[in-house]
Protein backbone atom coordinates (compact mmCIF):
# COMPACT_ATOMS: atom_id res chain seq x y z
CA UNK A 1 0.00 0.00 0.00
CA UNK A 2 1.38 3.36 -0.84
CA UNK A 3 0.46 4.77 2.52
CA UNK A 4 3.72 2.31 3.70
CA UNK A 5 5.82 4.13 1.55
CA UNK A 6 5.29 7.78 3.19
CA UNK A 7 8.58 9.83 3.75
CA UNK A 8 8.40 10.36 7.28
CA UNK A 9 10.51 13.92 7.51
CA UNK A 10 10.03 14.62 10.98
CA UNK A 11 12.69 17.22 11.92
CA UNK A 12 12.74 15.67 15.46
CA UNK A 13 15.87 17.41 16.87
CA UNK A 14 14.82 15.65 20.04
CA UNK A 15 17.51 15.36 23.17
CA UNK A 16 14.62 13.98 25.47
CA UNK A 17 15.07 14.67 29.10
CA UNK A 18 15.28 11.82 31.61
CA UNK A 19 11.86 11.64 33.92
CA UNK A 20 10.66 9.32 36.06
CA UNK A 21 7.28 6.89 35.92
CA UNK A 22 6.15 6.63 32.25
CA UNK A 23 6.58 8.11 28.89
CA UNK A 24 4.46 7.64 25.49
CA UNK A 25 5.66 6.02 22.31
CA UNK A 26 3.82 7.32 19.24
CA UNK A 27 3.41 4.86 16.76
CA UNK A 28 3.16 5.90 12.97
CA UNK A 29 1.71 4.09 10.11
CA UNK A 30 4.75 3.71 8.26
CA UNK A 31 6.33 1.87 11.36
CA UNK A 32 8.34 4.57 12.60
CA UNK A 33 7.99 5.03 16.49
CA UNK A 34 8.46 8.67 18.44
CA UNK A 35 9.35 8.58 22.00
CA UNK A 36 7.95 11.51 23.86
CA UNK A 37 7.38 12.51 27.71
CA UNK A 38 3.86 13.98 27.24
CA UNK A 39 1.32 14.94 24.22
CA UNK A 40 -1.82 16.94 23.62
CA UNK A 41 -4.70 16.02 22.05
CA UNK A 42 -5.74 18.52 19.60
CA UNK A 43 -8.91 16.80 17.90
CA UNK A 44 -7.37 16.37 14.62
CA UNK A 45 -3.63 16.46 15.69
CA UNK A 46 -1.17 15.17 18.61
CA UNK A 47 0.80 17.62 20.00
CA UNK A 48 4.30 17.42 21.78
CA UNK A 49 7.39 19.47 22.36
CA UNK A 50 11.11 18.88 21.90
CA UNK A 51 13.71 21.21 22.82
CA UNK A 52 13.72 22.75 19.53
CA UNK A 53 10.15 24.02 19.92
CA UNK A 54 6.59 21.82 19.58
CA UNK A 55 5.59 19.21 16.84
CA UNK A 56 1.77 18.61 15.41
CA UNK A 57 1.08 15.25 13.75
CA UNK A 58 -2.00 15.06 11.86
CA UNK A 59 -3.96 12.01 13.32
CA UNK A 60 -4.12 10.33 9.99
CA UNK A 61 -0.45 9.31 10.36
CA UNK A 62 -0.62 7.36 13.60
CA UNK A 63 -1.84 3.84 14.36
CA UNK A 64 -1.37 3.97 18.23
CA UNK A 65 -0.13 5.86 21.28
CA UNK A 66 1.20 3.52 24.17
CA UNK A 67 2.45 4.19 27.13
CA UNK A 68 5.64 2.65 28.84
CA UNK A 69 7.40 2.48 32.82
CA UNK A 70 10.51 3.99 32.89
CA UNK A 71 12.55 6.96 31.72
CA UNK A 72 13.53 8.21 28.37
CA UNK A 73 17.09 7.86 27.73
CA UNK A 74 19.15 10.89 26.48
CA UNK A 75 20.28 10.75 22.95
CA UNK A 76 20.37 12.69 20.10
CA UNK A 77 17.87 11.79 16.99
CA UNK A 78 18.72 12.12 13.37
CA UNK A 79 19.53 15.42 11.96
CA UNK A 80 18.86 15.48 8.14
CA UNK A 81 21.77 16.85 6.24
CA UNK A 82 21.75 18.30 2.28
CA UNK A 83 23.11 15.08 0.87
CA UNK A 84 20.47 13.04 2.69
CA UNK A 85 17.49 15.55 0.95
CA UNK A 86 19.23 15.48 -2.49
CA UNK A 87 18.98 11.06 -2.20
CA UNK A 88 15.36 12.07 -1.01
CA UNK A 89 14.32 13.95 -3.92
CA UNK A 90 16.02 11.69 -6.42
CA UNK A 91 14.28 8.53 -5.28
CA UNK A 92 11.24 10.86 -5.30
CA UNK A 93 11.62 12.28 -8.63
CA UNK A 94 11.92 8.22 -9.31
CA UNK A 95 8.66 7.48 -7.56
CA UNK A 96 7.19 10.13 -9.88
CA UNK A 97 8.07 8.57 -12.81
CA UNK A 98 6.96 5.38 -12.07
CA UNK A 99 3.49 6.52 -11.34
CA UNK A 100 2.97 8.29 -14.20
CA UNK A 101 3.72 5.23 -16.87
CA UNK A 102 1.87 3.03 -14.74
CA UNK A 103 -1.05 2.24 -16.24
CA UNK A 104 -3.90 3.59 -14.31
CA UNK A 105 -6.56 1.41 -12.47
CA UNK A 106 -10.09 1.51 -12.29
CA UNK A 107 -10.28 1.07 -8.48
CA UNK A 108 -11.89 4.56 -6.58
CA UNK A 109 -10.35 2.97 -3.31
CA UNK A 110 -6.63 2.80 -5.37
CA UNK A 111 -7.59 6.44 -5.82
CA UNK A 112 -8.41 7.10 -2.70
CA UNK A 113 -5.45 5.50 -1.30
CA UNK A 114 -2.97 7.86 -2.96
CA UNK A 115 -4.65 10.99 -2.73
CA UNK A 116 -4.68 10.49 0.96
CA UNK A 117 -1.13 9.18 0.87
CA UNK A 118 -0.05 12.55 -1.05
CA UNK A 119 -2.05 14.39 1.29
CA UNK A 120 0.34 12.91 4.17
CA UNK A 121 3.47 14.04 2.71
CA UNK A 122 2.18 17.27 1.97
CA UNK A 123 0.78 17.26 5.67
CA UNK A 124 4.18 16.53 7.14
CA UNK A 125 6.24 19.09 4.37
CA UNK A 126 4.23 21.61 6.01
CA UNK A 127 4.99 20.43 9.83
CA UNK A 128 8.67 20.54 8.85
CA UNK A 129 8.64 23.72 7.28
CA UNK A 130 6.94 25.19 10.18
CA UNK A 131 9.39 24.22 12.70
CA UNK A 132 12.37 25.04 10.65
CA UNK A 133 11.07 28.32 10.84
CA UNK A 134 10.67 28.31 14.53
CA UNK A 135 14.24 27.02 14.37
CA UNK A 136 16.03 29.69 12.38
CA UNK A 137 14.15 32.20 14.81
CA UNK A 138 15.38 30.52 17.86
CA UNK A 139 19.24 30.90 16.15
CA UNK A 140 18.51 34.55 15.21
CA UNK A 141 17.61 35.38 18.21
CA UNK A 142 20.37 33.42 19.55
CA UNK A 143 22.68 35.45 17.36
CA UNK A 144 21.63 38.48 18.82
CA UNK A 145 22.28 37.70 22.12
CA UNK A 146 25.71 36.68 21.16
CA UNK A 147 26.22 39.97 19.60
CA UNK A 148 25.04 41.92 22.20
CA UNK A 149 27.69 39.93 24.75
CA UNK A 150 30.50 40.90 22.19
CA UNK A 151 29.41 45.39 21.99
CA UNK A 152 29.57 44.79 25.42
CA UNK A 153 32.77 43.53 26.04
CA UNK A 154 34.36 45.64 23.53
CA UNK A 155 33.15 48.48 25.06
CA UNK A 156 34.77 46.65 28.29
CA UNK A 157 38.13 46.43 26.16
CA UNK A 158 38.48 50.00 25.05
CA UNK A 159 37.78 51.72 28.60
CA UNK A 160 40.43 49.55 29.91
CA UNK A 161 42.36 50.78 27.30
CA UNK A 162 41.60 54.16 28.05
CA UNK A 163 42.80 53.37 32.15
CA UNK A 164 46.06 55.42 32.89
CA UNK A 165 45.53 54.68 36.51
CA UNK A 166 45.94 50.72 37.01
CA UNK A 167 48.76 49.18 36.45
CA UNK A 168 49.72 48.27 32.43
CA UNK A 169 50.10 44.61 33.18
CA UNK A 170 47.02 44.18 35.27
CA UNK A 171 45.53 46.18 32.65
CA UNK A 172 46.59 44.05 29.77
CA UNK A 173 45.42 40.61 31.44
CA UNK A 174 42.39 41.75 32.07
CA UNK A 175 42.15 42.66 27.97
CA UNK A 176 43.51 39.24 27.39
CA UNK A 177 40.93 37.27 29.16
CA UNK A 178 37.97 39.82 27.56
CA UNK A 179 39.33 39.06 23.75
CA UNK A 180 39.76 35.44 24.76
CA UNK A 181 35.78 35.44 25.46
CA UNK A 182 34.96 37.68 22.01
CA UNK A 183 36.90 35.24 19.82
CA UNK A 184 34.38 32.44 21.70
CA UNK A 185 31.24 35.22 20.74
CA UNK A 186 32.97 35.40 17.39
CA UNK A 187 33.06 31.79 17.12
CA UNK A 188 29.13 31.41 18.19
CA UNK A 189 28.26 33.80 15.88
CA UNK A 190 30.05 32.37 12.66
CA UNK A 191 28.59 28.77 14.25
CA UNK A 192 25.26 30.03 13.76
CA UNK A 193 25.79 31.75 10.94
CA UNK A 194 25.89 28.54 9.53
CA UNK A 195 22.74 26.89 11.19
CA UNK A 196 20.92 29.72 9.31
CA UNK A 197 21.84 29.18 6.21
CA UNK A 198 21.30 25.51 6.55
CA UNK A 199 18.11 25.60 8.01
CA UNK A 200 17.44 28.06 5.09
CA UNK A 201 18.45 25.49 2.82
CA UNK A 202 16.29 22.76 3.97
CA UNK A 203 13.16 25.33 3.95
CA UNK A 204 13.54 25.76 0.40
CA UNK A 205 14.12 22.05 0.09
CA UNK A 206 11.09 21.37 1.97
CA UNK A 207 9.42 23.79 0.08
CA UNK A 208 9.87 22.34 -3.53
CA UNK A 209 9.09 19.07 -2.75
CA UNK A 210 5.25 20.45 -0.88
CA UNK A 211 5.64 21.92 -4.64
CA UNK A 212 5.19 18.97 -6.42
CA UNK A 213 3.51 16.78 -4.18
CA UNK A 214 0.65 19.39 -4.53
CA UNK A 215 0.94 19.18 -8.45
CA UNK A 216 1.20 15.29 -7.77
CA UNK A 217 -2.31 15.62 -5.74
CA UNK A 218 -3.48 17.68 -8.44
CA UNK A 219 -3.13 15.26 -11.50
CA UNK A 220 -4.34 12.66 -8.98
CA UNK A 221 -7.55 14.00 -8.01
Same mark, same amino acid.
Given at each position: ?41 ? &?? =??? $??? %? ?6 ? #?? @? ?71 ? &?? =??? $??? %? ?6 ? #?? @? ?69
Amino acid at each position: MFRKTIFMLLFIFLIPISVPAAYYTIQLKNGNNIDVDNYWDL &KT =KIK $YYT %QEGSIELP #KN @IIKNISSAEGSLAPKISFYPTDEYFDKLEQKQQTKDELLSTETPVASQSTDDDISADIKDRISIMEINIENLH &KN =KNT $YLS %QQKNFMEQ #KQ @ILEKRIENYQEDTYTDPDVVNTKINRLLQQVEKLDNNIKAIDAKVRQTENLMEKQKNMKQRLQKQLANAL
